[in-house]
């Protein structure tokens, strides 16, 4: 099964950034499609931004242009780097994995705490 840890989550303050790290046990990103999702008190979950198996990237629209997501392929890391934080960002901030090969399987990390206050 596939393993994925958040971190870095924390108390930042509005206009501040944070970088998110999920460490995933995959062998290749390319065989997977990689999400950031986020649940802010009181809402339901939503997605963030998708990376494909071909590395293309797709944002939400109420991230674009300050949020961006990355790989580190030697280092098995996804990266959600969020930037201009707004309070309207805080949330539960969770890492997913979508086998390409096996259609209806979604793998989710455990998430990490994402406030943005003054």
């Known amino acids: 099964q596939v393993q994925l840890v958040e971190s870095g989550g924390g108390l930042v303050q509005p206009g501040g950034s944070l970088r998110l790290s999920c460490i995933a046990s995959?062998?290749?990103?390319?065989?997977?499609?990689m999400q950031w999702y986020r649940q802010a008190p009181g809402k339901e979950r939503e997605l963030v931004a998708t990376?494909?198996?071909?590395?293309?990237?797709t944002y939400e629209d109420a991230v674009k242009g300050r949020f961006s997501i990355s790989t580190d392929n030697l280092k098995n890391m996804f990266y959600l780097q969020m930037n201009s934080l707004k309070p309207e960002d805080t949330a539960v901030y969770y890492c997913?994995?979508?086998?390409?090969?096996?259609?209806?399987?979604?793998?989710w990390g455990q998430g990490t705490q994402v406030t943005v206050s003054s």
């Open positions: 995959i062998s290749s990103f390319s065989r997977y499609i």
């Open positions: 990376r494909s198996g071909g590395g293309v990237t």
């Open positions: 997913t994995a979508r086998p390409i090969v096996a259609q209806n399987s979604h793998y």
